[in-house]
């Protein structure tokens, strides 16, 4: 990697960069895939010393160039230390965790955030000896009375899925430091361009790189980035575990990645329009979008934040049969999952991640919750599809559900 990769390039041209040793690679300008599994030595000698010595380039499980540039990348965009890399965000969320909750120890986790995220904990806590808290991560006091002295870490998703609450990652921080505990921070939603945990002072910043990272829905991966003796026992938890990215997988994302500063500023922009329009909508209930004004932590997100991400959470007076009205009214913007894609895609949450848990773990997530993740579309197109399917829905709702108390919501606060 040349000497010019840290000091003072604008993240956008370090997402841009691919960062070679070129002399090793005969200076191709992109990336090349290594398919290997296994290394060679040149003797019994120097093969039990790569393999001693913990080299990368021995077996793929242990590592492997490709994984090695994007971990590389994704450090140089989160300004840290270093950066591993996983299978899926799932995998480097779980492994993460292992590594660092041995039984005996205690977690405090956000009571919002991703349904597999809050499953994994739960299955930490069901019998294999990690206690879990689960707090509204916005509330420093439930944060500080729920430390204990076997605290290992506080876990935060901000902001968080479905429903982008928004948590302070600064003072979370400060007051997780006074007591020697981590905390770790699921910044899948806002990107690197959009907030920089590490810098807020978390220990450790994850994402789920199938999202905005890789950007075309076509590849899954996971990051953790951090300080070298924070990543250290995630590796070899990793190592175990087995959660390796593939190689071409590994290159998707890296081409991914060249191109996230101007996905991600239009995709913002545009949510950011979208989000706007359905605040115009007399048929909003409830809207979420952490850079508007109305946002209940509006004050906190416009602090941490420098983008507010491509996801916003909305809820339609006349509840879930209109929620569902207006997904099937829509004519450009397609019903399918997950987020960060070149598509803007709608889903309804409460259907899908969050199905048969009742009492879902927070509460929060209402039968009518929608969730739109906007993608690489003219915003008039956009605007156009969305405004179409609000008038349906607007042309089957009754005076009383327009204007009475909307009783299905179990509002997110
Ligand atoms: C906030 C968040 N974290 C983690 C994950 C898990 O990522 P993956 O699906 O890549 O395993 C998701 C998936 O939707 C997510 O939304």
């Not at 890399?85 to 969320?93: D, E, K, T, Y």
């Not at 007076?317 to 070149?342: E, F, H, M, T, Y």
Request: with cysteine; charged share 20%; net charge neutral.
């Amino acid at each position: 990697m040349g000497e010019e990769r840290r000091p003072t390039m604008a993240a956008a041209t370090l997402a841009a960069r691919t960062y070679l040793d070129g002399a090793r690679n005969n200076r191709p300008l992109s990336s090349p895939i290594v398919r290997g599994t296994i290394y060679t030595a040149s003797s019994a000698e120097e093969h039990a010393c790569l393999y001693q010595g913990g080299a990368k380039t021995f077996y793929q499980r242990f590592g492997h160039p490709s994984e090695e540039q994007l971990a590389e990348k994704v450090a140089v965009l989160e300004s840290a230390e270093s950066a591993l890399v996983f299978a899926s965000g799932m995998a480097a969320i779980s492994t993460a965790l292992l590594a660092h909750l041995p039984p005996g120890s205690h977690v405090i986790a956000g009571e919002q955030i991703f349904a597999q995220t809050d499953e994994i904990l739960r299955w930490l806590e069901s019998g294999r000896g990690v206690d879990v808290t689960f707090v509204d991560t916005r509330d420093l006091r439930g944060i500080a009375s729920a430390l204990r002295p076997n605290t290992r870490l506080i876990y935060l998703e901000t902001p968080c899925n479905p429903t982008l609450r928004v948590s302070d990652i600064a003072a979370v921080s400060i007051l997780a430091r006074e007591r020697g505990v981590m905390v770790f921070v699921d910044s899948t939603f806002a990107t690197p361009m959009g907030q920089k945990p590490l810098g807020l002072g978390a220990s450790l910043v994850l994402h789920s790189a199938t999202k905005l990272l890789g950007g075309h829905m076509d590849v899954m991966g996971g990051v953790v980035a951090g300080a070298t003796d924070v990543l250290k026992p995630i590796g070899e938890m990793k190592r175990l575990l087995g959660g390796v990215l593939d190689p071409q997988a590994s290159w998707l994302l890296l081409r991914g990645i060249k191109t996230l500063a101007v996905r991600s500023e239009r995709v913002f922009a545009s949510a950011r329009a979208l989000a706007e329009l359905l605040q115009r909508s007399p048929l909003v209930e409830s809207l979420y979008y952490p850079l508007l004004p109305t946002h209940p932590d509006f004050e906190v997100a416009s602090r941490q934040m420098s983008g507010g991400g491509g996801v916003i959470s909305f809820s339609l007076k006349g509840g879930p049969a209109q929620a569902r009205r207006l997904l099937n009214s829509l004519r450009l913007i397609q019903i399918a999952s997950s987020l960060g894609g070149v598509e803007t895609v709608i889903e309804l949450p409460y259907d899908l991640d969050w199905y048969g848990k009742d009492p879902h773990p927070a509460g929060a997530v209402n039968t009518g919750l929608i969730r739109l993740s906007v993608g690489l579309e003219d915003i008039r197109d956009l605007s156009a599809d969305l405004s179409q399917a609000l008038e349906c829905v607007g042309s089957n709702i009754s005076e009383s559900q327009l204007h009475g108390n909307s009783t299905y919501l179990n509002r997110p606060s």
